[in-house]
């Protein structure tokens, strides 16, 4: 049994930063893109590195079938207490995926916010192809490489900025140490496991330049925001310049 290294960061990872406006906002683009390509409910979704639940939670009320799978115990106590109908929790590592849900095969397989962790991606990602389904989905969210320079750069951090251009890796919002990718690379990867890229998606763009930390948004001003964030995270030059990325890709 290895230490839950997510057990000190789980309250300000579920409570904090999924209740920030970029948490929500996150949440919102992320499911209406996920919409565009999932088949229709009840449809069986794998969640790999899950966390407390706040992206497939909503598929689940849905009415998708939702497997959270999770290697953090304490991820998974906080998904507990939210959880809803129609979802099973799975406490494994990623690595081990394919063994941990038995063999089972999923319409779609997600894979939000994992990768940039992990120094070697290779193994999650032969799992997460290996989970899905013939036709199924793979959907991986993870940091953008080619925008690295543009957040230290629009909070004035001038050396930060000009160092990003020659690295992929920087201490993240939760103070842990985390990789970047490119949409090219990640788009190879998979291909190379016989998984298809459908399409990608920018996240986070205007609501990455401003600190709206602590920032209370009245319900209509909120969506607005996400309306605004939604249209850029399709559209170029915008996506591009959005600090993570949302790849979707098939199974033939």
């Known amino acids: ?12 990872f579920a409570d904090g930063a999924y209740a920030s406006v970029k948490g929500r906002v996150r949440t919102y683009v992320m499911h209406r893109q996920l919409l565009e390509h999932l088949p229709a409910p009840p449809a069986s979704v794998l969640d790999v590195g899950g ?18 799978l999770d290697s953090s115990a304490a991820m998974l106590d906080k998904a507990r207490q939210r959880m809803p109908e129609r979802v099973t929790l799975v406490e494994a590592d990623g690595t081990a995926a394919h063994e941990a849900v038995g063999g089972r095969r999923f319409d779609a397989v997600l894979c939000h916010g994992v990768l940039g962790y992990l120094e070697h991606p290779e193994p999650l990602l032969d799992q997460l192809c290996r989970c899905a389904a013939p036709s199924g989905l793979v959907s991986v969210m993870t940091g953008n490489a080619d925008a690295s320079a543009v957040r230290p750069a629009m909070e004035g951090r001038w050396e930060d900025a000009l160092a990003a251009f020659g690295t992929r890796t920087e201490i993240g919002v939760l103070g842990l140490p985390t990789r970047a990718d490119t949409v090219a690379e990640l788009s190879e990867a998979l291909r190379s496991r016989g998984v298809e890229p459908v399409a990608w998606y920018g996240v986070w763009l205007f609501v990455d330049w401003f600190d709206l930390s602590g920032t209370e948004l009245d319900p209509a001003e909120a969506e607005r925001v996400a309306a605004v964030e939604f249209e850029a995270s399709r559209r170029d030059p915008y996506r591009r310049l959005s600090r993570v990325f949302h790849l979707v890709a098939r199974k033939p």
Do not use: N
Request: aromatic share 10%; no cysteine.
């Open 1 to 12: 049994m290895t230490e839950d290294a997510w057990a000190a960061v789980a309250d300000e």
């Open 51 to 68: 966390g407390a639940g706040h992206q497939s939670f909503p598929l689940a009320r849905a009415g998708y079938d939702v497997t959270l």
